[in-house]
């Protein structure tokens, strides 16, 4: 080996790979070093003599990969081709298969470019190979995903303006791969032109860096079907903040959006039909109501107790529908009749229903404390309604004997306030706190306390409309502590 060759293996090894040579073909010269032995398990003084090395390391190629090494090789060494240049598989000493990838060069040609001695490298690829195998076994299960789910998958070269669609992404716009040109231009043809003018100044914003890439739009198939294509993508941008690529996703939710829509009609509908059916029947409920109330006061001196106790339970009969009726009429106005939202302090909210509810908490010996409440942007009328029927519900359902004490909280993450409202009255059975929140479903029997059933209703509604949740978490005979989130920005 000159000394030019010694510095080069010396590099060579340093990189991870061993390195060989040997002459052909009677291979009398013949050097592997440390590295290229070691990668298959061995020290330099345990690999064959010259004469039997061939024979060896044939049969320590794996056999799906021998038949095509050996032919490869031949045209190698019969100088029909440059170098030889092969990833295999090759048996270790502990019988284990290593990857490796071989790259071979002529030393020195022959007549008709026939190699005389080959110089070469070996490096060991296994953990690439894993690596890879690994990936390609996620992109299969991603396939698989995305197929069964109709979701496409593009990817966008922003500076080439080559944009690489999967198969889904085909099958949803109704276009075939060999009809694409793959240029942005391709795309925004398929989009809807009333869409269009939204939809590119959404990509150009994502582009600019200003908000990420979410939307829905419109696309006419070749056969004229409109569709609604749900997109969400990312930018990746370089160092100096351009925009590169655009990777994303399209899911087809022209169905979804249908059955949505049809939803809500049928939601407004039913709305509709309780507010009015309720507003109507306030008309009749006054003149029975009022009736009997004059019947009792202009004949009750010529009626038996009999006569009287019937008049009187009719009495608080109606008044029991009236309440019924106007609390019906406030489920139904939430969502039909809510008001803009407006940045609304929470701690004055609650000091303002406080006061209101005086009366009732001054005759239970009842007290109401806070902490510190944010700012949340709310529609004002419909946040009292929710504290007024969270914090009476705690006077109303105290224990007996037991002054309520109510405290209002919260604790804001991720984006979102918590709400809690914390009582020591009667509790919640464990059955039964899920069902409190819908229509009509009371914990004590009728005539136990007053009520319609329907306050904890309203106050989920009012909840979902600003984008949040409620629940309760309670322990019977020692409180209960009413939870409700709220976003910190309005949806």
Excluded at 229 to 242: E, L, M, P, Q
Excluded at 277 to 298: C, K, N, T
Excluded at 384 to 401: E, T
Excluded at 427 to 451: C, T
């Amino acid at each position: 080996m000159t000394e030019r060759e010694a510095l080069l293996a010396a590099a060579v090894e340093a990189s991870g790979a061993g390195i060989y040579y040997h002459s052909v073909p009677t291979g009398s010269e013949l050097y592997f070093s440390e590295r290229w032995a070691e990668i298959l398990g061995y020290a330099v003084h345990e690999l064959p003599s010259p004469s039997e090395f061939a024979g060896w390391l044939t049969q320590r190629i794996h056999p799906d990969d021998r038949h095509q090494c050996e032919a490869e090789y031949s045209e190698f060494l019969g100088g029909r081709l440059e170098d030889y240049r092969a990833e295999i598989r090759i048996r270790h000493k502990s019988d284990q298969w290593v990857f490796v990838e071989i790259l071979s060069k002529a030393r020195e040609r022959g007549d008709g470019g026939r190699v005389k001695s080959v110089v070469g490298t070996m490096l060991d690829i296994s953990e690439r190979k894993a690596a890879e195998e690994a990936l390609e076994t996620i992109r299969k299960r991603l396939d698989l995903a995305t197929s069964a789910a109709r979701i496409g998958v593009w990817d966008w070269d922003v500076e080439a303006d080559e944009l690489i669609w999967d198969d889904s992404m085909y099958e949803l716009y109704g276009l075939q791969e060999k009809g694409f040109s793959g240029a942005y231009e391709a795309w925004a043809l398929s989009v809807h032109p009333d869409d269009l003018p939204t939809a590119e100044g959404a990509v150009q914003a994502a582009l600019r860096g200003e908000r990420g890439f979410d939307m829905e739009f419109r696309i006419v198939r070749p056969d004229q079907e409109v569709r609604v294509i749900k997109a969400v993508a990312d930018v990746h941008f370089d160092s100096r903040g351009s925009a590169r690529r655009m990777i994303g996703v399209n899911l087809d939710i022209t169905e979804l959006r249908s059955k949505t829509e049809e939803l809500a009609r049928s939601n407004a509908e039913l709305e509709q039909f309780a507010y009015f059916a309720s507003h109507d029947l306030q008309e009749p409920l006054r003149s029975v109501g009022g009736f009997v109330q004059l019947l009792q006061r202009r004949y009750r001196d010529q009626l038996d107790d009999t006569a009287i106790h019937y008049i009187e339970r009719a009495v608080a009969g109606a008044e029991r529908m009236r309440g019924l009726i106007n609390d019906l009429l406030t489920y139904s106005r939430v969502r039909r009749r809510g008001r803009e939202l407006e940045l609304i302090a929470c701690g004055a909210a609650v000091d303002e229903v406080v006061e209101s509810l005086h009366g009732a908490l001054h005759t239970s010996d009842g007290e109401v404390t806070r902490d510190e409440l944010p700012e949340v942007y709310a529609d004002p009328m419909q946040l009292r309604q929710l504290l007024q029927n969270l914090i009476s519900n705690a006077v109303k359902f105290r224990r007996p004997d037991v002054p309520p004490r109510i405290h209002l909280g919260c604790r804001t993450k991720n984006g979102t306030h918590e709400f809690e409202v914390r009582d020591n009255g009667q509790g919640v059975p464990p059955d039964a706190r899920g069902r409190i929140f819908e229509l009509f479903q009371r914990l004590n029997a009728r005539g136990e306390q007053p009520g319609s059933g329907i306050g904890l209703a309203i106050c989920r509604r009012i909840v979902e409309r600003h984008g949040g949740r409620i629940w309760v978490d309670s322990e019977l005979g020692i409180g209960s502590t009413f939870r409700f989130t709220w976003p910190v920005k309005p949806r």
